[in-house]
């Protein structure tokens, strides 16, 4: 199997296949290679020392899997000349062929906890683990147990950098050695397929703890503001007058919490939150009703054509009565907090997305929302959160795609 160019670390990657180490750690920053290579890695080891036998290739999700792992192993000319491979979609299964042998690999997603369950039970030959810091513990280990009654398994992890308490870090990374474990530590010039013009644009992409984390291929803790870019200005732009095309409306639902709901019009290729809507029962003194929650984003949508009203899953009782008026398309919001985060991040700094000046709550909580360092996790303190929530609710439903995947 030939790449036409791969760096010397890329390289250790395929050495794996022939050395005494049980298992291979790939970590460091987004855009290596390590992905794709670890893939056809994984298929070349497998095929050449087992046959008949079963195997798991894990991401996040199956869809996930799917996207980062069959698809583009499917897509290598090299892999295709070698190999007869077919993969099933509805059984989530790849089988590889090569001079009468033929293996099986299933398709996980370790989603949340009970996630294990779905690989508790089979013997497998081996494990081939992307976006693993993404996994709960329990999965991960149980698919490493799948593992130990066959003798020459080896387990394939793949990873970008999270929180230095993570337990795959102190677990696995930091105890490598003992675990009989190879690690490879990647960064972005260790890719010779990336130009310095993709490299240049990777880095500017992220910034605070991503950057460390996703460029500099650093464990490190999330501190300080979320969003420290937009603190200082950037995605802010003049609320001027212009021809949207195309208008939606994101919510954060709360009854004694603040309550907040922001206008997005598409002009040029960008969606701006050019008005917003925001209300605190508690400062206030007054709980509205969900009805009049409804005549609020009704008056704020100031009849104009929404294509969707996103919103928390969560707030059922004011998404029931929204659906009731019948006037809007409503579509619970996709609630990944960390992911979300990362893909606010990156859509302001592309200019896919723009916070309009006159959005006041909006622009107050980007200077106060801020990291908890006292949680010892990824998590923002759960205050000044609510504009910054229905904003990321509208990035990850309205706006998420392929270009958000940065493993």
């Known amino acids: 199997m030939r790449f036409e160019r791969i760096s010397e670390k890329q390289l250790e990657i395929f050495r794996f296949i022939r050395e005494p180490y049980t298992a291979l750690i790939c970590d460091g920053a987004v855009r290596t290679g390590k992905t794709v290579l670890m893939t056809a890695a994984f298929l070349e080891w497998s095929m050449h020392a087992f046959s008949g036998m079963r195997f798991a290739v894990c991401g996040k999700t199956v869809r996930s899997a799917e996207r980062n792992i069959i698809e583009p192993l499917l897509a290598l000319s090299s892999v295709a000349k070698k190999y007869r491979l077919r993969y099933s979609r509805s059984l989530s299964l790849l089988t590889a062929e090569l001079g009468g042998r033929k293996n099986f690999y299933y398709v996980f997603g370790g989603r949340d906890e009970s996630s294990y369950m779905l690989i508790q039970g089979m013997t497998l030959a081996g494990i081939l683990l992307d976006e693993t810091a993404l996994m709960p513990r329990s999965f991960v280990e149980q698919a490493v147990t799948r593992t130990l009654s066959v003798d020459g398994a080896k387990l394939w992890f793949n990873c970008n950098p999270a929180s230095p308490s993570h337990w795959f870090y102190r677990e696995w990374i930091l105890k490598a050695e003992e675990r009989g474990a190879k690690r490879l ?221 940065f493993t």
């Open 185 to 405: 530590h990647f960064l972005l010039e260790d890719n010779p397929g990336l130009s310095e013009r993709a490299i240049e644009r990777a880095k500017a992409s992220f910034s605070g703890v991503f950057y460390d984390r996703y460029i500099l291929g650093k464990w490190v803790a999330a501190e300080g503001l979320v969003y420290p870019r937009a603190a200082d200005g950037e995605g802010i732009v003049p609320n001027e007058p212009r021809d949207y095309t195309r208008f939606a409306v994101s919510v954060d639902y709360g009854t004694l919490n603040p309550c907040s709901m922001g206008l997005w019009g598409y002009c040029g290729g960008v969606w701006y939150r050019f008005a917003e809507y925001y209300h605190s029962g508690r400062e206030s003194h007054e709980q509205l009703t969900d009805e009049e929650y409804c005549d609020a984003l009704e008056a704020l949508a100031g009849g104009r054509p929404l294509e969707a009203v996103v919103a928390d899953p969560s707030a059922s009782s004011f998404l029931t009565a929204l659906r009731r008026r019948g006037k809007y398309r409503v579509r619970p919001a996709d609630n990944a907090v960390l992911a979300g985060i990362r893909d606010v991040a990156a859509a302001l700094h592309e200019g896919r997305i723009a916070v309009c000046e006159n959005c006041e709550a909006a622009l107050r909580e980007f200077s106060l929302y801020r990291w908890d360092t006292e949680s010892g996790e990824d998590r923002p303190v759960k205050e000044n959160d609510h504009a910054m929530d229905e904003i990321r609710y509208f990035v990850r439903t309205m706006l998420r795609g392929d270009t958000f995947s």
